[in-house]
Every structure is written in structure tokens, then in C-alpha cells.
């Protein structure tokens, strides 16, 4: 992934709107594999279907993790209409470009952050 410039409007919603698309189609393909592992349950043993049951548990906790994404690129987008995009929401002071370009959907500068 190349880089981009927090301070460039443009950039960061572009990067956003990519994010937020790609969350959306692996949403969409997740959903289509789980129920293909459901139709086929009535074909498989008992440890196979532990497995595909594990499987399902995992595939809901990568799930509640891209919707949890889509929030807040989401709230990443709305800081951007509001042009405060790249502040940190609890002192006000700048994120680093290289944090934003790691994750450019964070709220929070590094100290906060390690606050918790
Ligand atoms: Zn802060």
C-alpha cells in the first residue's frame, strides 16, 4: 500500500472509501462461504462438524471485527466532512501521518492510545 498524506482531503477519503469497499465485499464473500459450510452439514461427521463448528465460531469473531472496522472508518469518514480528520478525539492533538498511514481509520494520537 503506498502511503498518503493525512492532510490531503482527497487522499484520505479515497483510502477510506477503498477500505470501507473491500470490508464490504469480504462481508458479503464470508456470508456466502458460512452458508455453504451450512448446507453441507448434513453430509459430515461428528468431528467435522466440531471443526466447521469452531470454524463458524471464528468466522463470527472476523465478522463482528470488519463491522467493528466499518464503524470506524465510518466515524473516520464523518471526522473528514467535519474537518477534523487526523486530530485526536480526546486531547486534540495531531496523529502522526505514519500511525494514520498503519491504520487510517484511528481516533487517537499515540499517547492516549497507550493511555487505554
Ligand atoms: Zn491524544
Redesign the pocket.
Known sequence: MTDFDPTDDVAVRAVLLARKADLTRLIASSKDSRAAVELDQSRVGRLSRMDAIQGQAMAIETDRRRALDLTRLAAALARLDAGVYGV?V??G?EIAAKRLNFDPALA??V??ATEG
Request: with cysteine; aromatic share 0%.
Open positions: 485526536c480526546r486531547c492533538e487517537l494520537c499517547d492516549c
